[in-house]
């Protein structure tokens, strides 16, 4: 029994530090965003949103609208899907209980709107070459508010929210900002550099995830330990991403396609539980938060060896200073995993 429990744990690190890319859907016409909603997955085209089943496993692209000009980002409110069109210098709003879904304006005279978002009862866009994110009331748009600016290669694309907090992708400058849209602060903080080419963004469990378009690789930030580490590397320059509970829906727009990266084992991903291994990466010892309770934590190299197993109750500390530095797989309590850096 432990020698079939091994080798599932062989397995699974296999899957797990080198993930598995599948194709979910090929031969699009220059896709862009994504955006989830439960099981259908929405994609801009060139002229068109499309939307697929993600729980089909062979998808046909279904158009939703057709006639956009270049759409980029949408957001969701409701049944109201916010489409940003980048050649049309507008914005529209299509009602997705309609028998025939139709592309209304709904902010029009921008210049290049690219991503969008929704928080709190307004609408967010960025329009990267006006280097602003603005942001209109969903029921009385008015005259745009600019709640980030700068004058400092700022081209901002991508957006995601975490409460007030909004994160921004600079394309051009390499890194990712943030404000927070109720301080009346426009200027932009610093919060990651060393990207390349970042476009869509999400955020999720104390994380924040990033396509990086000229690096070919999905990244991720973690709040908890200030680090950004590797998702996925060796794409086709995605531009997007969308997240479910057990994938990662990558658009790779230099093969025109999307893409996903399963959960195909029945382990748990201890990055998608309130549990969190801090700091990552360490030098010195690992602390578990979250835990109530004695835990069984096994570390394994990414070749699949054993090299600590030890049980640890709530706030102590596993120790990890005899180990060579690099990449390992720690295992708790054999159903939970995440992967842990040793400086």
């Excluded at 090929?26 to 994609?43: A, F, H, I, K, Q």
């Excluded at 270049?70 to 709003?93: E, H, R, W």
């Excluded at 709904?106 to 994110?133: C, E, K």
């Excluded at 959960?263 to 030098?283: H, I």
Aim: hydrophobic residues 40%; contains cysteine; glycine residues 6%.
């Amino acid at each position: 029994m432990k020698s079939n429990y091994i080798f599932f744990i062989l397995c699974f690190i296999n899957t797990f530090i080198f993930a598995q890319v599948t194709d979910v859907v090929t031969g699009l016409d220059s896709p862009s965003r994504l955006l989830l909603n439960g099981n259908d997955l929405y994609v801009t085209t060139s002229n068109a949103i499309s939307k697929i089943d993600i729980t089909d496993p062979s998808p046909t692209p279904e158009v939703v609208v057709s006639g956009l000009n270049a759409p980029t980002g949408m957001a969701l409110d409701g049944n109201n899907l916010y489409v940003a069109q980048f050649n049309g210098g507008k914005i529209s709003v299509v009602d997705l209980t309609a028998s025939t879904p139709v592309a209304t304006d709904f902010l029009t005279g921008l210049n290049t709107p690219n991503g969008v978002a929704v928080n709190d009862g307004f609408l967010y866009y960025s329009d990267n070459n006006s280097n602003i994110v603005a942001r209109v009331a969903t029921t009385a748009p008015g005259t745009p508010e600019v709640v980030a600016s700068s004058a400092v290669n700022f081209n901002p694309v991508g957006l995601a929210f975490d409460g007030d907090l909004l994160y921004i992708s600079n394309a051009t400058s390499n890194r990712i900002s943030f404000v927070d849209v109720s301080s009346g602060v426009t200027e932009p903080t610093l919060l990651v550099t060393g990207t390349s080419r970042p476009l869509g963004i999400r955020y999720a469990n104390n994380r924040l995830f990033i396509s990086e378009r000229n690096n070919n690789k999905i990244s991720v930030y973690d709040f908890s330990s200030g680090t950004k580490s590797d998702v996925q590397t060796g794409l086709d320059a995605p531009n997007d991403i969308a997240i479910s509970t057990d994938a990662i829906f990558i658009l790779e727009s230099g093969s025109d396609k999307i893409s996903k990266i399963d959960n195909t084992f029945g382990v748990t991903d201890l990055s998608k539980l309130a549990w969190r291994v801090y700091p990552n990466p360490t030098s010195d010892y690992v602390e578990f938060s979250g835990i109530s309770e004695t835990i069984s934590v096994a570390v394994y190299t990414i070749q699949g060896s054993l090299v600590l197993e030890q049980r640890i109750a709530p706030l102590d500390k596993l120790m990890l200073s005899d180990l060579a530095s690099g990449m390992y797989v720690v295992v708790v309590n054999e159903t939970h995993l995440t992967r842990l850096i040793k400086n």
